[in-house]
């Protein structure tokens, strides 16, 4: 079955720097990988997602990143704020295989 | 506000009782999903629904969890007997037809004493 790791577990960075959180995936035939936002006592929220026939998708200051071959994507934040502190979720496939997660801090 | 709805959004129970979650998925959204999520863990598939029909169930669903959706609208997930390991975080999702971006509901938090 499908298997999705990710790192960093953890990543704190700085009010206004950058945030790259990396995923890889087992299944070839995946072709869906959305990425959610989870904040303390609420459900996850797809922030971004991307389709295997593209490599790249850009929303403000967020962008997903695909590379198919070496079957792994990444999400980047730009300008970090206070507001992007929650925990990630990268996953893979129709039926959402979640990684474990990335608590995101943000200092001010 | 017409988001996914989950109810209870809190429950605790003693070891061996029966619970029933609700999910209400966003109207005329034909797939809805169960998850389960435990401290510091992503959110892990349980089963779900296209319409009316129950299309898939991990095998992480034992014999005590039964879900259903008769109508094809709202969702029930019923868990018999509880034991201890069965305190989660349970979250339902729902897609339109065609897509496959779910939203997600609040959630309802299982504690077992």
């Known amino acids: 079955g499908e298997n999705v790791e990710q790192h960093p577990s953890t990543l704190s960075v700085q009010e206004g720097d950058s945030a790259v959180i990396k995923c890889t995936y087992s299944d070839s035939a995946s072709n869906y990988f959305p990425w959610y936002k989870q904040e303390l006592g609420k459900g996850p929220q797809l922030i971004i997602d991307i389709r295997s026939n593209v490599g790249e998708k850009k929303d403000q200051r967020i962008a997903v990143t695909l590379n198919k071959t070496a079957k792994h994507f990444s999400l980047h934040i730009t300008e970090t704020q206070p507001e992007d502190s929650a925990v990630y979720f990268c996953?893979?496939?129709?039926?959402?295989?979640f990684g474990p997660g990335t608590s995101l801090s943000v200092i001010p | 506000d017409t988001g996914v709805s989950q109810d209870p959004r809190h429950k605790i129970t003693k070891r061996g009782q029966n619970v029933t979650f609700r999910c209400d998925p966003i109207?005329?959204?034909?797939?809805l999903y169960w998850y389960r999520q435990t401290l510091g863990q992503g959110p892990e598939f349980l089963t779900y629904f296209q319409n009316e029909a129950q299309l898939e169930k991990s095998r992480l669903l034992s014999d005590r969890f039964s879900a259903e959706r008769p109508k094809g609208s709202f969702s029930t997930l019923e868990i018999q007997r509880t034991e201890q390991g069965d305190s989660a975080m349970y979250l339902c999702a729902s897609t339109p037809q065609g897509t496959d971006t779910q939203y997600f509901g609040p959630g309802t938090r299982l504690t077992v004493l």
């Open positions: 109207s005329e959204h034909n797939r």
């Open positions: 996953a893979a496939s129709s039926k959402v295989i």
